[in-house]
């Protein structure tokens, strides 16, 4: 029973793992795509990018409880 316990919890460590590094991953191959089709603002750079994508994973999280 505490294997299955730990176990578990091991699954759920490398599972939100895996999506920061995904995060990460996609938000970096936005970032490359839209300034390579010059479509961002000059005055931004990769942050706003990362705030921009991070907002939107925030709403979609916080709407995905609230209609639970």
Not at 42 to 66: E, K, M, Y
């Amino acid at each position: 029973m505490d294997l299955e316990k730990k176990n578990k919890k091991n699954e759920k460590i490398w599972e939100k793992a895996g999506f920061v590094a995904m995060y990460f991953i996609f938000t970096t191959l936005l970032y490359f795509i839209l300034s390579f089709l010059n479509k961002l603002p000059d005055s931004w750079n990769f942050f706003h990018v990362l705030f921009l994508t991070l907002g939107i994973v925030l709403i979609g999280n916080l709407l995905r409880r609230i209609l639970k």
